[in-house]
């Protein structure tokens, strides 16, 4: 399992912007999501597009409980996170 203190593909090489949302994907808040989102950015950061990366960091500002939720489909995912991105973090978890 992939820790914080792990590289996660090649951090060095990662744009500034990129580190940063990782760095924010892994300090989330609570510690299930530091799991899932940390998990999924350290798989995906490279390689998302800079519209996914936005995407990404929309998403990282919403509640962790309610992300959460969406994620484990206790709730429905508003329409602005009912995208690909969503569905490739939500396929990731299981």
């Known amino acids: 399992m992939l820790t914080p203190d792990e590289p996660a593909r090649d951090r060095a090489g990662l744009a500034p912007r990129r580190k940063r949302a990782l760095f924010r994907a ?30 990404l960091e929309r998403l990282m500002e919403e509640p962790d409980q309610l992300v959460y939720a969406w994620i484990t489909g206790r709730s429905a995912p508003p329409a602005e996170f009912d995208t690909p991105l969503f569905a490739r973090l939500t396929r ?3």
């Not at 300090?27 to 800079?50: K, N, P, Q, Y």
């Open 92 to 94: 990731s978890q299981g």
């Open 26 to 55: 892994w300090h989330r808040g609570i510690r299930e999501m530091d799991l899932i989102m940390g998990r999924f950015a350290d798989r995906e950061i490279a390689t998302l597009s800079d519209d996914e990366l936005d995407e």
